[in-house]
């Protein structure tokens, strides 16, 4: 994960002394991340797991980049990213829970595709055998920890730049 300025850690430092993280938030906001929390996959202790989730997002990246840019793009919630992000990880039993917030999170993802007019460009049923590139090489197994680290700064940038117009968007309302 990269580092922090010294200028953001000190700003982060100030809002925490008052932020109280019981109080209700806005409901005009929606909390959810453009794409996974980095910080979310770069905690996990499994490395296997991990590299599995980083994984699926590579598979899926240029659609869930596409995403962000549909008209029916909504923000996913941290439990929806990891449902997507573990669909080759956790076995997928048709009926269970698990299986039913994938698949609406799946759905969300063709929504976005079929209203961009690009059916047929991604097949969720075939990603198994899908080629995992990053900057258009192929990635061993496990995953180089250098190209983690540019994964996480892509993922940790998006981010950034969806929250910053989230914010925009939020004061020019």
């Known amino acids: 994960v990269p580092r922090s300025l010294p200028e953001w850690m000190r700003a982060s430092r100030d809002i925490g002394q008052s932020f109280d993280q019981n109080s209700r938030s806005n409901p005009k906001v929606n909390r959810g991340y453009a794409l996974p929390d980095p910080g979310f996959i770069a905690t996990m202790t ?62 969300k993802l063709m929504d976005c595709i079929k209203a961009g007019k690009l059916e047929g460009t991604i097949d969720l049923s075939k990603m198994g055998t899908a080629t995992v590139l990053w900057r258009d090489q192929p990635l061993p197994n496990p995953l180089p920890e250098h190209v983690i680290s540019e994964i996480f700064w892509e993922l940790f940038e998006i981010n950034f730049r969806y929250e910053l117009v989230a914010l925009d968007r939020l004061c020019y309302q």
């Open 46 to 107: 499994n490395s296997a797991i991990r590299d599995a989730y980083i994984t699926v997002y590579l598979k899926l990246r240029h659609a869930l980049h596409y995403r962000i840019s549909s008209p029916m793009f909504e923000p996913l919630s941290p439990t929806s990213w990891r449902d997507l992000l573990g669909i080759d990880s956790f076995g997928n039993k048709p009926d269970s829970y698990v299986a039913k917030r994938r698949n609406d999170v799946q759905t």
